[in-house]
């Protein structure tokens, strides 16, 4: 599967639409960004039961901003709407497979359930 952009306005539809999503946060003049490219490409291919997105951060700096995006390129992972991993920096495809596997193996019952004991 090829990876899709989100925007402010397709990021809440993706996240209700999708089970599992990555969302890679870069920008184009970003060297660390356009060298993550094809191993997250890569990844998106050999998990078709995933959704990788791209956040172009120059042309949704709302959207960077309200995610908490300090530093590019910044990969976040979603899991039932709910944000389960965010890490800056450039992943090589080692590093990405062991993540993506660690998100798929979530108890998603037991992180909300500690979620729900979190004072407010």
Not at 5 to 33: H, K, M, R, Y
Request: net charge negative.
């Amino acid at each position: 599967m090829a990876t899709i952009d989100i925007t402010q306005q397709t990021l809440a539809e993706t996240l209700e639409n999708n089970d599992v999503v990555f969302v890679d946060f870069w920008a184009g003049w970003c060297s660390p960004c356009r060298m993550f490219v094809p191993t997250y490409q890569a990844a998106s291919e050999n998990h078709p039961d995933i959704t990788f997105a791209k956040v172009d951060t120059e042309a949704e700096e709302a959207l960077a901003a309200a995610a908490g995006i300090t530093s590019i390129p910044t990969l976040t992972a979603f899991r039932n709407k709910t944000l389960v991993f965010s890490q800056p920096g450039a992943l090589n495809a080692a590093g990405l497979e062991q993540v993506i596997q660690g998100v798929k193996n979530l108890d998603m019952d037991k992180i909300r359930a500690e979620a729900s004991q979190q004072p407010t």
